[in-house]
């Protein structure tokens, strides 16, 4: 939940002037604010979001995956074992004893079904009901940002978390590998090799693409957060709804409804280490992903602009 900050926030309403917190009319989004000024707003966001404890914890957490998975694969082929085999396990986790790079790629593969999504989903989740919880809220619509302005400025900043957050376990895994395995050309999918300048090229790409795969739950978790005044109950909410989700994507029964389920594609930022890369899934992955940041994007305006805030 943002705090209110002299330098940026406006100072709570005199008393009668409540009603300018109620619902606007429909295409009505308040007086126009300086453009300086909702920059402002979106720099103390971002600000106060990365500067709160329970965000640090979920970076920490994140980090730390890596550094488990490096490590355990250390001591399993200390003796010259074989870290797994063929498709097993996290994607590409055979080949980190060959290349520490493919680290990142089994990080991000071993992060992104749960502990990803469930770290945006937190974010998200608090973006609006957190501040409407500590009565806030209603500050920050007094001023001139308006409430599409501020919506967008908190989804904003939920999607540059997803992309810290990829980065993080990124840089964490090309850490630990370089550290624990050899470095050096790799090796891709499809058995070509690739320099080891091409193979961070398309590490960095998978992080871009993963950090893009979250844009779904992201506006998922915004528009819950618009439908309670309770930050937990929103966090709950959305963490609820993605795990169900993961749930009805693995059950043979329900394939046909899987394909537009929005974590169904996520793996397929694998394609990228295939020479030629696959399109076709990282297409479809990025345009469901498109979709339902505008379904429940529209959705969480619908009802942010039509919600009367009375904390």
């Known amino acids: 939940m943002s705090r209110a900050e002299t330098a940026g926030r406006a100072e709570p309403p005199a008393r009668g002037t409540a009603a300018q917190v109620g619902p606007p009319a429909r295409g009505s989004d308040g007086p126009r604010p300086n453009p300086l000024w909702t920059l402002g707003l979106l720099r103390d966001e971002l600000r106060t979001t990365f500067r709160r404890w329970r965000t640090l914890a979920l970076l920490g957490v994140l980090a730390a995956v890596p550094v488990l998975v490096g490590v355990a694969v250390r001591i399993e082929t200390r003796g010259g074992a074989s870290a797994g085999g063929g498709g097993g396990g996290p994607a590409f986790i055979a080949q980190i004893t060959n290349n520490g790079l493919f680290l990142v790629f089994t990080a991000l593969a071993a992060t992104l079904p749960f502990f990803l999504p469930l770290a945006v989903g937190v974010i998200a989740g608090d973006s609006i009901a957190g501040e409407a919880g500590a009565g806030t809220l209603r500050y920050l619509l ?3 940002a308006g409430r599409t302005r501020l ?13 810290v957050a990829t980065l993080v376990v990124a840089v964490s895994a090309l850490a630990v590998g370089a550290l624990l395995f050899p470095l050096g050309d790799l ?3 499809s058995g070509t090799q690739i320099s080891f300048g091409q ?4 590490a ?7 950090a893009a795969s979250l844009t779904g739950i992201a506006a998922l978790g915004l528009f819950v957060s618009t439908l309670t005044n309770s930050g937990i109950a929103a966090m709950a909410t959305t963490v609820g709804l993605l795990i169900t989700v993961q749930i009805v994507d693995q059950i043979p029964q329900l394939h046909t409804v899987q394909p537009y389920l929005f974590p169904h594609y996520w793996l397929s930022f694998a394609d990228l280490m295939r020479e030629p890369v696959y399109w076709d899934g990282l297409v479809k992955n990025l345009e469901l992903q498109a979709l339902y940041a505008a379904v429940f994007g529209s959705a969480a305006w619908a009802r942010f602009t039509a919600k009367d805030v009375t904390a």
């Open 142 to 144: 007094v001023a001139p």
């Open 151 to 163: 919506l967008l400025t908190k989804y904003a900043t939920t999607l540059v978390f997803c992309l």
């Open 187 to 189: 090796t891709t999918i």
């Open 199 to 202: 193979g961070r090229g398309r």
């Open 204 to 210: 960095l790409l998978i992080a871009v693409v993963v």
